[in-house]
């Protein structure tokens, strides 16, 4: 909230006014045919009827007429509360009915102390914070307001009571607290609407004992009440009667005097509205609780969705990083299946070396599959896919990370294997322990189809024996189903297949795909286009991650949709809480607006508490997104490890 400079009363000058310095200068009031007149649709009613009444600075008093004579509607108007329909109030010199309603405010907050009937305390606050409501709205520094507070809340009697709430203070001490509240910014007028009308006569005769001493101090009193005992405290007794004054004993001639002195204060700050804010929303704990949940839940779940689309785009790309796979083009058939022959590309040795001596190609090497089984000296295993380990040159040094037990091959052509933890405890070996362990694999099937259709069971199966170097993880093991894979060093593997393809005259292809190392990552594009252009399919690490990534984008845009759909509804049913509370605490605001609040100090206070339930639900949220990423992310790589 913007901080207004505006003029603020002189201390008292008041020959009896006290070290306390409750009293600002008295200021005088004049009205000159006034009437007012209440409007409700068709219906109007009048109030005042051309009333005139002159009040000297200084001077007590007492408004007294029947219920709807128009004596509290005079009062509204000295007030600043309402304006005249006709006529025209000045106070303290200056013409008050004409003034703007940010104006009115400044008035009632530097000129007017205000005691009602019914109190009209804040529930939510201590006795301490109502008498300092008024300097709060004033901006009065913390320390000077709660020092002037206690000091007020001693002059009137209860200096033992200054942290109870209005709940737990009688009715005549809650009356004590409106007095020492209206004291609070220095007043030179203090109204008084049936200040005695809801105590009991003890009550009653020390608070009006407390509105004649403020008098006495130098006060301009304006007090309204239908009781003779009451009005005879006051110096002089004004007479009401259907909106007109029909007795006035006249006072002191009055003299318009000119606008007092005029000192700088700063308006409520904008911190004072966070603090109040703040106070709301901690004494209001259950609404507070349910408004943030449903923001909460809506900023969690963005979160959440945000941080998976892009936690998996960033694994795979890290992924790819890792395994060398960003420089790499992927090379298949282009009429993968038996369904058009002729238009078949070979992948064996031939187009193997074709595509290796293609411009900007570093490297070249095949993937092939062999299917058959494996035996050990402890088990042995159906459905094994003997699989090409790729070239020792080529192989990055981050794979060593699926390596449970023992060490890559040692060259290309060493008769050496590496097996997952689940293959190794199905030869009946321990995963610790397999290392050193000799395997024998029978080769059954081409791993890949035959041009034509059908399989080419070998009718002559040869041994190929292997000794075990390495156990993998399960993650890195290629562990699919029941199948088990087996990772033998490159020659080996395409020398075995040469052998069985001779032995059993295999027409298959050598290698179910090809893979190209490009010399730079910038160079795979060039590459990939190359492939095509000799009839060859052609993937990259790019188009898979970009085809996946336009899948979390769609998937995350659907998700991110509906956790946007449970934002609203929060921010929506926030925007009800507060609807809801403005309507449930009219009454608290127009006491705000009574002791001098500006609307805008209003508004300041209602969207501070909106803000800090909308703060307290996204901190929350985001905490829970972090956690539920942190446990997530531990689940997922336990999994995959």
């Known amino acids: 909230m913007a901080v207004v400079e505006q003029e603020s009363p002189p201390v008292s000058t008041h020959p009896t006014a006290e070290p306390t310095d409750l009293l600002g200068e008295p200021i005088g009031i004049e009205l000159t045919n006034v009437v007012r007149v209440h409007r409700m649709g068709e219906v109007a009613v009048t109030a ?101 507070s206690r000091r007020l809340l001693e002059k009137v009697g209860l200096k033992d009571r200054i942290t109870f709430r209005p709940t737990r203070l009688s009715g005549g001490e809650q009356q004590r607290v409106s007095v020492a509240r209206a004291l609070s910014n220095r007043p030179g007028l203090i109204l008084a609407d049936e200040p005695t009308g809801n105590l009991d006569e003890e009550a009653g005769q020390g608070v009006l004992q407390l509105v004649k001493e403020m008098h006495d101090l130098g006060a301009t009193v304006v007090m309204v009440t ?4 009451v009005a005879a405290v006051a110096g002089r007794t004004v007479r009401m009667r259907n909106g007109n004054i029909v007795e006035d004993p006249g006072g002191p001639a009055h003299a318009k005097e000119p606008p007092a002195p005029k000192a700088r204060l700063r308006r409520q700050a904008w911190l004072e509205s966070l603090r109040m804010g703040a106070t709301s929303v901690r004494r209001r704990k259950l609404r507070t609780g349910l408004s943030s949940a449903g923001v909460a839940i809506g900023i969690a779940a963005m979160a959440i969705i945000v941080s998976f689309a892009t936690g998996v785009q960033e694994s795979l790309t890290n992924a790819f990083a890792i395994t060398g796979q ?54 042995s295993a159906s459905n094994v896919y ?64 035959v041009v034509g259709g059908g399989q080419q069971p070998a009718s002559v199966s040869l041994p190929l024996e292997l000794t075990i170097v390495g156990v993998l993880t399960n993650a890195g093991g290629g562990v699919g189903g029941t199948a088990i894979f087996i990772t033998v060093p490159y020659a080996t593997s395409t020398g075995y297949w040469d052998r069985m393809a001779k032995a059993n005259q295999w027409t298959a292809d050598e290698f179910n795909s090809i893979t190209l190392v490009a010399e730079t990552p910038g160079a795979v594009d060039g590459v990939a286009k190359q492939v095509k252009d000799l009839g060859y399919q052609a993937t990259t690490s790019s188009d898979f991650l970009k085809g996946f990534g336009q899948f979390i984008t769609i998937l995350g845009i659907g998700l991110s949709g509906l956790a946007a759909i449970a934002l609203v509804v929060a921010c929506l049913g926030i925007a009800n809480t507060m609807y809801t509370a403005v309507l449930e605490r009219t009454r608290e605001i127009g006491i705000l607006k009574a002791l001098g609040a500006r609307s805008a100090d209003v508004r300041g206070m209602f969207l501070s508490e909106a803000g800090m339930i909308g703060l307290i639900g996204g901190g929350v949220g985001l905490l829970i997104a972090v956690l539920v990423s942190v446990v997530g992310n531990v689940v997922v790589n336990n999994i995959a490890a």
């Not at 570093?362 to 050990?376: F, R, V, W």
């Not at 380990?389 to 040692?410: R, V």
Request: net charge neutral; aromatic share 6%.
């Open 48 to 148: 005042l009827r051309g009333v005139s009444l002159s009040i000297a600075p200084g001077e007590f008093v007492a408004i007294m007429g029947p219920s709807g004579c128009g004596k509290s509607t005079l009062l509204s108007l000295i007030g600043g509360l309402d304006r005249p329909t006709e006529g025209k109030i000045v106070a303290g010199g200056r013409e008050i009915s004409s003034m703007r309603d940010r104006q009115l405010a400044d008035y009632r907050l530097q000129h007017v102390g205000t005691i009602f009937q019914s109190f009209n305390l804040i529930p939510t606050l201590s006795a301490l914070d109502n008498v300092g409501l008024p300097m709060t709205l004033g901006g009065v520094p913390t320390a000077e307001r709660r020092d002037r």
């Open 386 to 449: 003997l699989n090409a380990f790729t070239p020792l040159n080529e192989t990055p040094k981050a794979l060593s990370k699926f390596l449970a037990a023992g060490n890559f091959p040692s060259s290309d052509s060493a008769n050496e294997v590496m097996l997952s933890s689940d293959a190794v405890t199905k030869l009946g070996l321990q995963p610790s322990k397999a290392v050193g362990h000799k395997v024998t694999f029978y080769g059954l099937y081409p791993g890949f189809y």
């Open 226 to 229: 239908h009781d003779p005992e």
């Open 326 to 379: 960003l420089n790499q083009v992927n090379v298949g058939d282009s009429a993968f299946g038996p369904a058009d022959p002729s238009k078949h590309k070979p992948l064996d040795a031939a187009a193997l070396a074709k595509l290796a001596a293609l411009p900007h190609v570093k490297d070249a090497y095949g993937n092939l599959l062999i299917q058959g089984s494996l035996t050990g000296d402890q088990g």
